[in-house]
């Protein structure tokens, strides 16, 4: 009787369970986590191109055909963020109500507005998540913008 008394107690006692829980749930936890952590990296990321695309047309604005002033500014906009892609910068001309384009300026378009300079600037890099995820491009390829019109020709 004392033995079955004893088993009684052994499987109503309550001492692993909590343990068992937590080695269940765990896994999916970390997995969460490293879901949340890649997704900040890469929007981080795409921030920091996102600015380094915007201080490149910056400086294009003021500076339409410093292309390699553009770069450079554009590559310093985002130091932190490898292999940063810039391509070549475009600029060009067109009147203030966005009509008759002209690629790098070579004819001055003909308007009834102001003619005003436009530079486009676009960066990329790669991003590699720390788990490779289903339904996910591994790396990752990433790019950003930019476009600002300053000034007259």
């Given at each position: 009787?004392?033995?079955?008394?004893?088993?009684?107690?052994?499987?109503?006692?309550?001492h692993g369970s909590s343990?068992?829980?937590?080695?269940?749930?765990?896994?999916?936890?970390?997995?969460?986590?490293?879901?949340?952590?890649?997704?900040?990296?890469?929007?981080?990321?795409?921030?920091?191109?996102?600015?380094?695309?915007?201080?490149?047309?910056?400086?294009?604005?003021?500076?339409?055909?410093?292309?390699?002033?553009?770069?450079?500014?554009?590559?310093?906009?985002?130091?932190?963020?490898?292999?940063?892609?810039?391509?070549?910068?475009?600029?060009?001309?067109?009147?203030?109500?966005?009509?008759?384009?002209?690629?790098?300026?070579?004819t001055i378009p003909s308007?009834?507005?102001?003619?005003?300079?436009?530079?486009?600037?676009?960066?990329?890099?790669?991003?590699?998540?720390?788990v490779p995820w289903v339904?996910?491009?591994?790396?990752?390829?990433?790019?950003?913008?930019?476009?600002?019109?300053?000034?007259?020709?």
């Amino acid at each position: 009787m004392r033995l079955f008394s004893y088993f009684r107690a052994l499987l109503a006692a309550d001492h692993g369970s909590s343990l068992v829980e937590v080695a269940l749930t765990l896994p999916f936890l970390l997995l969460i986590l490293a879901g949340a952590v890649d997704f900040g990296q890469a929007y981080h990321l795409t921030m920091e191109m996102a600015g380094a695309a915007h201080a490149g047309a910056e400086y294009g604005a003021q500076n339409p055909t410093d292309t390699t002033g553009i770069t450079t500014a554009a590559q310093k906009g985002a130091p932190n963020v490898p292999n940063l892609t810039v391509t070549t910068p475009t600029y060009g001309c067109e009147c203030s109500d966005g009509t008759s384009f002209s690629a790098n300026c070579t004819t001055i378009p003909s308007c009834t507005s102001n003619v005003v300079y436009r530079v486009t600037v676009r960066v990329s890099a790669t991003y590699k998540p720390l788990v490779p995820w289903v339904g996910v491009p591994y790396p990752m390829s990433l790019s950003s913008s930019a476009t600002m019109r300053e000034g007259g020709a």
